[in-house]
């Protein structure tokens, strides 16, 4: 089996050359780094992973708990965060878990030895978050974030929902639902206070048939919804606390033979590309989802890199952007 000694000779450049293409690419200037991995493919060199771990300490690999695939918003920061991860030189293992299930992943986590954790599945109260303070493994929460801090990068939940809700009222809604996830954890909770209090400063009454928080399985929403759109009064308006909860409100809406948003609007949070497409056209609140989990693994990096002791924690929080599109109409559109 070839060696790196034997990839050096060949790329004419230092074993420490090509140690920096395998663990830093980027530190290498790009001719010098495609002469290595030209020699590497035509010697079919295999780094030993396992007695590099053993010297280094480091297993260069990183894990992501993230949230269903059904929800767009993961689907799509799950492939930037692996996406930077690769141009870093990093592996990522990807779990994608159900919100109940994840401080079962703990000691398999553990067992892999990983570098650092991304993790978007957190509840504002969650042994987890002490579990990873006790092994000292670098995390980063992004999305979701825990109440007893770290490090993280979320949206800006209560502006995000206060400008949706804003939009509606500007064209003439009075009669405005919400439908969230359970408030346990930090994005629900945190955009259901900013719906509050643009309702408030209006004197709009946030009627309890018309507010839920509820499980966000595709069931459970289609239930709510179904519920709500069969009682005698409608609302004129619906705020979903995700694209991905908009998206099955929708389904719902249009099955039962309401136009949207003739008879009733529609908007969501998270501008994933769903909400973009032609057939759909959702009114959202965008906070650049790929710069979240780029930034996220960005962060990551750093406190793995740098030492998570060595600095103060990371806590960013993005401004977000509404962004109108045909599923929101003036209310006397629908004749209310």
């Known amino acids: 089996m070839s060696s790196?000694?034997?990839?050096?000779?060949?790329?004419?450049?230092?074993?420490?050359?090509?140690?920096?293409v395998l663990?830093?690419?980027?530190?290498?200037?790009?001719?010098?780094?495609?002469?290595?991995?030209?020699?590497?493919?035509?010697?079919?060199?295999?780094?030993?992973?396992?007695?590099?771990?053993?010297?280094?300490?480091?297993?260069?690999?990183?894990?992501?708990?993230?949230?269903?695939?059904?929800?767009?918003?993961?689907?799509?920061?799950?492939?930037s965060i692996v996406q930077f991860a690769k141009h870093k030189g990093y592996k990522t293992l990807v779990y994608f878990e159900d919100e109940n299930k994840v401080p079962d992943l703990f000691d398999l986590i553990m067992s892999s030895k990983v570098d650092g954790v991304l993790l978007s599945l957190i509840k504002l109260d969650d042994p987890l978050v002490e579990q990873l303070e006790r092994v000292k493994v670098p995390c980063v929460f992004f999305n979701r974030r825990s109440k007893s801090g770290g490090h993280y990068v979320v949206l800006d939940n209560p502006s995000a929902v206060a400008e949706v809700t804003r939009h509606l009222i500007g064209l003439g809604h009075r009669k405005i639902a919400y439908l969230s996830g359970k408030t346990d954890f930090s994005t629900f909770q945190e955009r259901?206070?900013?719906?509050?209090?643009?309702?408030?400063?209006?004197?709009?009454?946030?009627?309890?048939?018309?507010?839920?928080?509820?499980?966000?399985?595709?069931?459970?929403?289609?239930?709510m919804v179904f519920t709500m759109l069969n009682r005698p009064e409608l609302p004129t308006a619906i705020i979903c606390a995700t694209d991905a909860i908009a998206l099955i409100c929708m389904d719902i809406i249009l099955m039962m033979g309401l136009r949207i948003p003739e008879d009733i609007s529609l908007s969501g949070i998270d501008n994933t590309r769903m909400a973009s497409h032609r057939a759909v056209q959702l009114t959202t609140v965008g906070h650049q989802k790929f710069a979240m989990g780029t930034i996220a693994a960005e962060s990551l990096f750093e406190l793995i890199e740098k030492g998570d002791s060595e600095r103060n924690a990371i806590q960013i929080t993005l401004r977000p952007e509404l962004i109108v599109r045909k599923t929101t109409g003036p209310v006397n559109s629908s004749g209310s």
Do not use: C
């Open 4 to 20: 790196s000694i034997d990839v050096a000779k060949k790329a004419g450049v230092s074993q420490a050359t090509v140690s920096r």
């Open 192 to 223: 259901s206070v900013g719906f509050k209090q643009v309702m408030q400063e209006h004197g709009l009454e946030m009627k309890p048939e018309w507010t839920s928080f509820i499980d966000t399985t595709t069931e459970e929403i289609e239930r």
């Open 23 to 79: 663990n830093n690419p980027q530190s290498v200037k790009p001719e010098t780094r495609m002469k290595v991995l030209q020699a590497i493919e035509q010697l079919q060199y295999v780094p030993n992973l396992i007695a590099r771990s053993l010297v280094t300490n480091t297993t260069r690999t990183i894990a992501l708990i993230s949230g269903s695939l059904q929800n767009g918003f993961f689907a799509e920061t799950t492939d």
